[in-house]
């Protein structure tokens, strides 16, 4: 499969062993799409053309799927990101709730306009469409942790704690 090309991604083996697990598991090579995707994201840090490219070709699925995927939902990267991702919601209880100022002082603050990482490579902005916590607006995504009720105050305190 590999041409032995050195700049192309491989997986690392337990990353092959887990997509070989989710295709045992799945009932169809594109159900294992989406985690196969997020696997790779975490080994990769994005999603580059080449690693969709190796993941296509590992789960047995046209390139387009994989394209169409990492496209479609936006928590799949397609280029570099810093070390943390900020993913502020900007749908109607967090907006009603001032997700916009939220993230016009987190704009201004790191310097940043949403898909941008700052100068530094620390940290990644972006708004989102919805986290599902709509019950403590405005909400926040910091990695893999929800923040609600989120202030700019707040907001400015959790950056300091970030490594």
Partial sequence: MMTGNPKEPK???QAEERIDWYLSRYPSKQ??????????????????TEVMELIARRLGVPPIQIYEAARFYTLYQK????????????????FLNGADALLAHLKKKLGVDCGETTSDGK??????????????????QIDDEYHGRVTPGSIDRTLDELP
């Fill in 11 to 13: 997986l690392s083996q």
């Fill in 31 to 48: 159900a294992a799409v989406l985690p196969a995707l997020h696997l790779a994201q975490a080994e990769f840090g994005y999603l580059s």
């Fill in 79 to 94: 280029k570099p990101m810093g070390h943390h991702c900020i993913y502020v919601c900007t749908n109607v209880a967090c």
């Fill in 123 to 140: 940290v990644s902005l972006f708004s989102v469409e919805c986290l599902a916590h709509c019950g403590e607006a405005p909400a926040v």
